[in-house]
């Protein structure tokens, strides 16, 4: 029988290729790819390649991640030339934060103009 992917292990994966999505960009540390269901016309999520459920699991000997992921996503955003024009980056957590998958992740929503937040 096939095995079920659920929403914790989708993440995984991604990075290991496992599962079909577009990758944009991957290194040792990290993984950027398209969400599969757009909010922009950019929309992409870039996550750590071990996993860390959310930010509340950043600590002193894993915060180096979170600075890595943010350099990627505004290369990223300079690449698709969305950086004057503007662009966010959003990182859900938990339940009243709206975060579905509980696997870090930063959004880089872009192409468009923004709604305010809440
Ligand atoms: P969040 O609500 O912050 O947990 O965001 C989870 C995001 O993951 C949503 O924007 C989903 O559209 C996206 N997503 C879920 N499954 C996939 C997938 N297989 N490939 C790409 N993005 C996904």
Do not use: W
């Amino acid at each position: 029988m096939k095995k079920k992917t659920n929403k914790y292990n989708i993440f995984q994966k991604i990075i290991k290729k496992e599962i079909k999505s577009k990758i944009i960009y991957q290194n040792d540390n990290l993984t950027a790819f398209e969400d599969i269901n757009p909010k922009a016309p950019i929309h992409i999520l870039i996550i750590p390649n071990k996993k860390i459920k959310n930010i509340n699991q950043i600590n002193i000997e894993n915060k180096n991640i979170i600075i890595e992921m943010i350099f990627i996503a505004v290369k990223i955003a300079k690449k698709k030339k969305i950086e004057k024009k503007g662009y966010r980056l959003v990182i859900n957590c938990n339940k009243d934060g709206g975060q579905e998958i509980p696997y870090l992740h930063i959004h880089l929503l872009g192409g468009r103009k923004l709604g305010s937040i809440g």
